[in-house]
T-cell receptor, first 115, second 115 residues
Framework: ETGVTQSPTHLIKTRGQQVTLRCSSQSGHNTVSWYQQALGQGPQFIFQYYREEENGRGNFPPRFSGLQFPNYSSELNVNALELDDSALYLC??????????????FGAGTRLSVL | GQQVMQIPQYQHVQEGEDFTTYCNSSTTLSNIQWYKQRPGGHPVFLIQLVKSGEVKKQKRLTFQFGEAKKNSSLHITATQTTDVGTYFCAGRDPKLTGANSKLTFGKGITLSVRP
């Protein structure tokens, strides 16, 4: 087990709704990254939070937003859900080190279905 | 932007056969990581390669980083049914260091093993 927990495990929403996904990072880790994994695809980087600030973002629209809290846990918020947002959302925590060699440990993910 | 490619996406082998898969990046990488995802599971970190030409072994798995740091390979000796899953490589752009370094994943290769 990685010590990274995500909730909920499964979620069903309808188009246009908003959703909040949660992630508790591994003890001692200061960085959280969020990924979207569509069926049959590799994880796609959404954004990364380091010390409560977003410090990297992939090609996702502004309706994808996030937060990191002082205890390094994190939330992913998605507004105005679209059918294509149906995917497995993965949170990965890591301990930031110089040179970008930090290893990311993934949680089990939240499977979101948008109807 | 940086692209990480894994071709083919599926491979079927007979138990006991060797298996090799490759990962190619459009740009030089600072390091590369390999993950394994079992069906219905989440990516689990296997190994990180940092140096040009580096070779690392984990039991029956051998990982290699290319001399130009643009490609990598995973070789499994004498496959077993427990090797079933999707293997992802993920690379980091050396121009994005420290807190801004994100992982770019390939689409993965799904390995099935016939007993």
């Amino acid at each position: 087990e990685t010590g990274v927990t995500q909730s909920p495990t499964h979620l069903i929403k309808t188009r246009g709704q908003q959703v909040t996904l949660r992630c508790s990072s591994q003890s001692g880790h200061n960085t959280v990254s969020w990924y979207q994994q569509a069926l049959g695809q590799g994880p796609q980087f959404i954004f990364q939070y380091y010390r409560e600030e977003e410090n990297g973002r992939g090609n996702f629209p502004p309706r994808f937003s996030g937060l990191q809290f002082p205890n390094y846990s994190s939330e992913l918020n998605v507004n105005a859900l679209e059918l294509d947002d149906s995917a497995l959302y993965l949170c990965a925590s890591s301990l930031q080190r110089s040179g970008g060699r930090h290893i990311q440990y993934f949680g089990a993910g939240t499977r979101l279905s948008v109807l | 932007g940086q692209q990480v490619m894994q071709i083919p996406q599926y491979q079927h082998v007979q138990e006991g056969e060797d298996f090799t898969t490759y990962c190619n990046s459009s740009t030089t990488l600072s390091n590369i990581q390999w993950y394994k995802q079992r069906p219905g599971g989440h990516p689990v970190f296997l190994i990180q390669l940092v140096k040009s030409g580096e070779v690392k072994k984990q039991k029956r798995l051998t990982f290699q980083f290319g001399e130009a740091k643009k490609n990598s390979s995973l070789h499994i000796t004498a496959t077993q049914t427990t090797d079933v899953g999707t293997y992802f490589c993920a690379g980091r752009d050396p121009k994005l260091t420290g807190a801004n370094s994100k992982l770019t994943f390939g689409k993965g290769i799904t390995l099935s093993v016939r007993p």
